[in-house]
């Protein structure tokens, strides 16, 4: 169900639960929320290719459908992979929620690991607590420097 008043206050980081390295795009995933869960289009605001390309999922006004019970004005980003990402994907990760963050005014605190959410999901695959350190670096890996896909 679609919400018409979606004010991007928080973000939720995701991973999309494939083989990490394994090549996906928006079209896959969105095929699985349609086909497989019956839902209007995929749950996820974004996702983030392998390449590090972000491709643009549900609409930003609309609310999505990525954290059970807590998806109003929640953003959803997800990422290809299971807990190990390129460093392609996770640059883009930064430059995506850093600009989201600009220009919706959302403080640092709003944004989460799925995980956060519910002890029964491991989604994304690292804590907040690294999130949050590798988004307020300006470049540089180390805080997830044991969820990087070598290069
Ligand atoms: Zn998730």
Redesign the pocket.
Known sequence: MSLVNFKPERITV??AGTANGKKLTIHNVRKWHIDERGWDDVGYHYFIRLNGMIETGRDLGTQGA?VRGDNKNNVGICLAGTDCYTKEQLHSLRALINQLRETYRIPIWNVFA?NEFTKK?T??GFSAKLLVCFLLMSRGYEPMRDHLIPS
């Open positions: 995701h991973c990525h799925h999901k989604c994304p």
